[in-house]
């Protein structure tokens, strides 16, 4: 059993910052994309943000672009993504997800990835 294990979660304001980490098996860590998606109540899973195995290649969701930051630490097989300018609508419960894909469109695609983390909650007050 896979375990992806997110923190960095809780309650921020309006205009601050968080970051979420997502720590992986290494060998999960260094050979598949590790994934962000968040999902806010009565709503669908969307994507927010991606990494490759090697880190050379970002990706990210159109609603976060320019607030967000994707990072992988090699040291401590952890994955982490740095949210600013925070907004009510940022409100969400936080997936890590990693998955293996022949394509990049497969990237932004929730049902793609394999392994999931438990999600983590953010609430962003105005």
């Known amino acids: 059993q896979v375990q992806l294990v997110e923190s960095g979660g809780g309650l921020g304001q309006a205009g601050g910052s968080l970051r979420l980490s997502c720590a992986a098996p290494?060998?999960?860590?260094?050979?598949?994309?590790l994934g962000w998606f968040r999902q806010a109540p009565g709503q669908e899973r969307e994507f927010v943000a991606a990494?490759?195995?090697?880190?050379?290649?970002?990706y990210y969701a159109d609603s976060v672009k320019g607030r967000i930051t994707i990072a992988k630490d090699n040291n401590k097989n952890t994955v982490y993504v740095q949210l600013s300018s925070l907004k009510p609508e940022d409100t969400a419960v936080y997936y890590c997800?990693?998955?293996?894909?022949?394509?990049?469109?497969?990237?932004?695609?929730?049902?793609?990835?394999?392994?999931w983390g438990q999600g983590t909650q953010v609430t962003v007050s105005s």
């Open positions: 990494i490759n195995w090697n880190g050379g290649r970002t």
């Open positions: 290494e060998r999960i860590f260094s050979r598949y994309v």
């Open positions: 997800a990693a998955g293996q894909f022949f394509s990049d469109s497969s990237v932004f695609t929730p049902h793609a990835y394999t392994y």
